[in-house]
């Protein structure tokens, strides 16, 4: 069974741009989650979706935000790009099944804003 | 919210030695908990879970301790190996809900 997938897995933009992250997870995964990751701040979570709807998000600015497609395939999107928004950009994917908790990541994309 | 906790930030050991990750949890709710080891430029890729109705599980050389009364859970490596060096992240979770990290570990073994 393939894993997550994640592109683009590079991605440079200039601050004040906007960028779309694609996700898609493992086939038959309904529940797809996004973290970011820094050397000073770990792996923080962004937002959650399940069956297209946002189920859970984390304490970020409204300039990210994201959705999920019928298929299970989600993207994120930050808009008016800051330095600060370098990152490694996770997600994961998981069943969510009563007796399934695990989540499994993609290899992630690594924005880096100039 | 929850809030994770995981000592020590680095750690090296001999080839072979065993080594131990330990991680605390805040909200006694939390009843699942992954480890993850991530290698440079990867994702993290679960290594090892528990749940809080098992207080300890084996997977060859990896193993999770869970004390639920402590709040604490940790992972062991026995008999280590260089292709074990990687960052570790432990995480608790209420039923696969979302999830909370610990700011992992990178574990360096010597050979």
């Known amino acids: 069974k393939a894993g997550v997938t994640q592109t683009p897995r590079y991605l440079i933009k200039t601050r004040g741009q906007q960028v779309t992250l694609s996700c898609s997870p493992i086939s038959g995964h309904r529940s797809v989650s996004w973290y970011q990751q820094t050397p000073g701040q770990g792996l923080q979570f962004l937002f959650e979706?399940?069956?297209?709807?946002?189920?859970n998000k984390g304490n970020f600015p409204g300039r990210f935000s994201g959705r999920q497609f019928s298929n299970s395939r989600s993207e994120m999107n930050v808009s008016t790009l800051e330095l600060g928004d370098s990152a490694l950009y996770l997600c994961a994917s998981s069943l969510q099944g009563s007796l399934s908790y695990e989540q499994y990541f993609g290899p992630g994309t690594r924005l880096t804003v100039t | 919210g929850e809030n994770v906790e995981q000592h020590p930030s680095t750690l090296s050991v001999q080839e072979g030695d065993s080594a131990v990750i330990k991680c605390t949890y805040s909200?006694?709710?939390?009843?699942?908990f992954p480890w993850y080891k991530q290698e440079l430029g990867k994702g993290p890729q679960l290594i090892i879970d528990?749940?809080?109705?098992?207080g300890e599980k084996k997977d060859q050389r990896i193993a999770v301790t869970l004390n639920k009364t402590a709040k604490h859970f940790s992972l062991h490596i026995t008999e280590t190996q260089p292709e074990d060096s990687a960052v570790y992240f432990c995480?608790?979770?209420?039923?696969?809900?979302?999830?909370?990290f610990g700011t992992g570990t990178s574990l360096t073994v010597i050979p």
């Open positions: 979706y399940f069956s297209e709807t946002q189920r």
């Open positions: 528990i749940r809080s109705n098992v």
């Open positions: 909200d006694s709710a939390s009843n699942y």
């Open positions: 995480a608790a979770s209420l039923a696969g809900n979302q999830f909370y």
